[in-house]
């Protein structure tokens, strides 16, 4: 039996893994711990490098470091996302049939993308499975059981591989990618899987007709090979003993369906159907040879086939005279498939642990993260909602000097709550501290403003950059267009760009309140004694301390402050709500494949903050109704109230004091957010920054080995040849361009050499008629000439004119002249003039040129000796060359008194 073809493994190069795996989990998983991936990070490395050392081991424990190495890919691709615009690995990987073939096209490929990672090692995985398969002891079942299994897995990776190869690729990949030849691939992986089973079934001394019909199924496994590894496009690409070796097999498995049909039929005493079908079986295995050569390998069944038909023949004819029927009249053997494409499994490996098992996938951390957002907007949305309206309330106190005015009303110089507001300002640090907070304010937006802005000019000479070599170098810049990788990096620019200038604003309003509340935020900060002195004196209503109106307005402000309380704890339980979220994300994932983040976070917000709404809005009644009835209550103790001084001055500034009160604390919220704000933005810049560099430099490291292999190809690039050298400078002669002259000869040089003397003629050569030639009418060549002219010709050998010493002349008319072959007997030869011209004798070369007067034009030879043009006297000298004598037009002659047309 043939051995089975086993495919070749792709070369790969090792690659830094854990620099930039660590660098994306740093800038994206804030929350993740170095501990929970710096050990993962080191072992990963080690296993991609395990498994180019281990790939060469055609043994089992080989394929479970492959298996591991991918499966691991696998669970990293929804966590740590390889790919040009996110973490940026370059993988390059050799075509498995470079070596010994002369198929064309890209034999390296480099790409930064864990998917054509993935792919690259299917494909090895698979032409592991056949070296594996090839390798086994196929004499035993083991063996067997063992290469049928590796086979149909190597099948189904082969097969997989072609439906997603483009999709994962998203270029044009190696010829060893093709779909079509990953299709060749995973037929011939099935055929061989298909072989396995017939030999396991021989061993096995099975039926003859089961194991006619897998042998009849093995030759048509192999013919669906045959057929596509013989595509135009791919068919240079197989080593050179494959397509013999599968011609060889799918023809030799035919003849052992027929030789095991044979078998059949001898038990059913069908001896004439048995002979025709070991005839067929025997001229099968004969095209077999023929077609494997050195590969075929059926010589033994070819023995087996040859006895059992002389056999059966001889038995026939002395024995059983059946009649032997037509091959075609036979009943169809029919097929036995058993042989099946395996699944792809996930995961490959029963060992297999994620080694990132601690980071969650990146669909669920971006679900979390946009998750966290939303809840963030309700957050201070509604905690906003209780500020605006606990700022409300205040100033409507403030405006109304309460509840200042209740207690001036018992003759204090300073109102008791004016010196706990002024004594807590003091405490939080009081003007000065303000003034810190805002003049950090600037510095603080001005760096990450800067690093903003660095990091979009990066993209911009980027972008630039590859724009330039792009319309330089056209269509050979086949590198992804930096616009599309860069566009999620300037999203987020962009969108920490919106942020900075809503922040710049912010910081406007917040400058501008401070200006108008500063003097009485200054007045605050001072000691008790100076705060007195600068309030003017009061005088004491002792008689309204205990009127009802002063009772109610006390009342109403108790309700103020049992609303300020429960708002406290309203914000608290917003900022506080605790949700089991991740579990809903990770089962949408487990389940559907993909995250519906939008859904399954309003349904899970709405579900815990629709209550606390709800307890916003009914404390932002009730302070609408209680606003209303502390005015109306303020009213009537403004018109009770009797003043013996300018009270009028001491309430507006008891209220421009309490208002700095609320204001200083507002600001000082504000600018401590501010500042907390800027400070927690600047890492976030500084990560998109570092993204932003790791991309150019990449890009930049991919542009200089791009720059490199096109300036290695302009190089070798074979140059124009150079211009013809002219005549004047030693080049050789050129043809003219005119059409009218193209068979004409080249002016001889101005320096002509001196003409030789004409030559001693017989007078009879020159004074006998001339002979005139005939076509002949029988042979179709025109008949011998008179042998009286020296210019006259006869037949010679096809193609040569020889001249008359016998050695062949140029021209291949077929004439000879009629001198003997050797000097000495007949005419001597005579020496040619200047200009003669060997394919006409009667037309001599112009001697400066093809034009000169008395010279006829070429290819129109004179009609008789006088005509007008004809050159008196002719080169000879005083005797004029002799012509032809006037013909009518004959059959083969383009003008009269011309040789016959095969003379041209």
């Known amino acids: 039996m043939a051995s089975f073809i086993c495919v070749q493994l792709k070369k790969t190069y090792e690659v830094d893994l854990v620099k930039p795996l660590r660098t994306f989990i740093q800038n994206t998983y804030n929350q993740a711990s170095p501990d929970d991936y710096n050990q993962a990070l080191s072992e990963f490395n080690k296993l991609r490098n395990a498994m180019i050392t281990k790939s060469v081991d055609k043994h089992e424990s080989a394929l479970e470091v492959l298996y591991r190495y991918y499966d691991q890919l696998a669970a990293i691709e929804n966590k740590l996302p390889i790919a040009e615009n996110q973490i940026r690995v370059q993988f390059k990987w050799r075509d498995a049939f470079d070596e010994g073939s002369l198929f064309s096209g890209k034999r390296n490929l480099a790409i930064a993308s864990g998917a ?26 083991d063996g067997l059981k063992l290469t049928v299994k590796l086979f149909q897995q190597a099948c189904g990776i082969f097969g997989h591989l072609k439906d997603i190869v483009l999709s994962h690729v998203q270029q044009d990949p190696t010829p060893d990618l093709s779909p079509d030849t990953l299709s060749a691939l995973s037929a011939l992986m099935l055929a061989q899987a298909q072989e396995s089973i017939y030999r396991k079934a021989t061993q096995d001394k099975m039926k003859e007709a089961m194991i006619a019909k897998l042998s009849y199924q093995t030759s048509e496994l192999y013919s ?44 059913s005493k069908s001896y004439g159907e048995e002979i025709a079908r070991l005839q067929h079986a025997q001229e099968l295995l004969n095209a077999s040879q023929s077609r494997g050569g050195t590969t075929f390998s059926f010589k033994q069944e070819l023995a087996k086939v040859q006895r059992a038909l002389e056999t059966a023949t001889k038995d026939n004819n002395f024995i059983y005279h059946d009649k032997i029927p037509d091959l075609k009249s036979l009943q169809p053997i029919g097929k036995a498939v058993v042989a099946k494409a395996a699944p792809v499994s996930q995961p490959m490996s029963a060992k297999f642990t994620d080694l990132f098992e601690k980071i969650v996938p990146l669909p669920v951390h971006e679900a979390l993260t946009a998750f966290e957002n939303r809840k963030s907007q309700i957050v201070s949305m509604e905690a906003g909602r209780l500020r605006n309206a606990t700022e409300l309330m205040n100033s409507v106190l403030a405006s109304l000097n309460l509840p200042a005015a209740l207690e001036d009303l018992s003759g204090e110089r300073v109102p ?27 510095d603080l937006l001005t760096r990450n403003r800067e690093i903003l802005q660095e990091s979009i000019k990066a993209l911009d000479d980027e972008e630039k950059s590859d724009q330039q070599l792009r319309e330089q170098f056209k269509e050979r810049w086949s590198r992804t267009p930096s616009a599309s990788l860069t566009k999620p990096m300037r999203e987020e620019a962009m969108k920490y760009k919106s942020i900075l200038d809503t922040a710049i604003q912010a910081d406007h309003i917040v400058k501008g309140k401070y200006d108008a509340h500063k003097n009485a935020i200054f007045l605050l900060s001072k000691p008790k004694g100076e705060l007195e002195a600068a309030l003017p004196a009061a005088s004491a209503a002792a008689s309204l301390q205990n009127s009802p109106v002063v009772k109610h307005l006390r009342e109403l402000l108790e309700q103020v402050n049992t609303i300020k309380a429960e708002r406290d704890v309203i914000e608290s339980e917003i900022k506080d709500a605790k949700f089991d979220i991740s579990s809903k994300f ?100 500084v990560r998109l920054q570092t993204k932003i560099n790791d991309f150019c430099f990449a890009r930049k490291t991919e542009k200089d ?35 009218s002259s193209a068979a004409a000869p080249v002016p001889a040089p101005r320096n002509a050499p001196p003409r030789p003397p004409p030559p001693a003629v017989p007078t ?128 083969g002659y383009p003008y009269p008194g011309y040789p016959p047309q095969q003379y041209h």
């Open 116 to 141: 054509y990672e993935k792919v690259c090692i299917l494909f090895n995985i698979a032409a592991l499975q056949s070296q594996i398969a090839a390798a086994q002891n196929h004499d035993n079942n």
């Open 224 to 267: 669906d090979a045959m057929k596509l590894m013989q595509l135009g496009s791919i068919r240079d690409l197989w080593p050179k003993d494959w397509l013999p070796t599968v011609v060889m097999k799918q023809a030799a498995f035919h003849a052992m369906a027929e030789y095991y049909q044979s078998c059949v039929a001898q038990q």
């Open 416 to 442: 008791h709550s004016l010196l706990e507001k002024a004594q807590q300002i003091q405490e939080l640090g009081g003007l000065t501290k303000l003034d810190q907070l805002m003049s950090d304010l600037p």
């Open 586 to 685: 990770f089962a949408a994932l487990a389940t559907e494949g993909m995250i519906n983040e939008e859904s399954i976070s309003l349904s899970e917000l709405d579900r815990t903050y629709t209550p606390l709404r709800e307890q916003v809005s009914d404390s932002i009644h009730r302070q609408e109704i209680l606003l209303s009835q502390i005015q109306n209550s303020n009213t009537e103790f403004s018109q009770a109230k009797t003043s013996n001084q300018s009270a009028a001055q001491r309430e507006t500034l008891l209220k421009d004091l309490a208002a700095g009160f609320d204001s200083f604390m507002e600001l000082k919220g504000n600018l401590e957010e501010g500042t907390q704000f800027y400070n927690d933005l600047t890492p976030l810049l």
């Open 705 to 739: 080995e791009l720059m490199s292999d096109l300036q290695k190809a302009i190089v070798n690039t074979p140059s124009q040849p150079p211009p013809i050298t002219p005549r004047y400078q030693g080049g050789p002669a050129q043809p003219t361009q005119d059409s």
């Open 764 to 891: 009879a050569a020159t004074s006998a008629p001339l002979a005139t030639t005939t076509p002949s009418t029988t042979a179709g060549t025109p008949s011998a000439p008179s042998a009286s002219l020296p210019y006259s010709m006869t037949p010679s050998q096809p193609g040569h004119l020889q001249n008359p010493y016998g050695q062949p002349n140029f021209g291949g008319s077929g004439w000879q002249a009629p001198y003997p072959s050797h000097p000495g007997q007949g005419y001597p030869l005579p020496q040619m003039p200047a200009g003669y011209n060997p394919y006409n004798p009667y037309m001599s070369y112009p001697p400066q040129g093809q034009n000169q007067p008395g010279y006829p034009q070429p290819g129109h030879p004179p009609q008789g000796q006088n005509q007008p043009g004809y050159p008196q006297p002719g080169p000879y000298g005083q005797q004029p060359y002799p012509y032809p004598p006037q013909q009518p037009p004959q059959a």
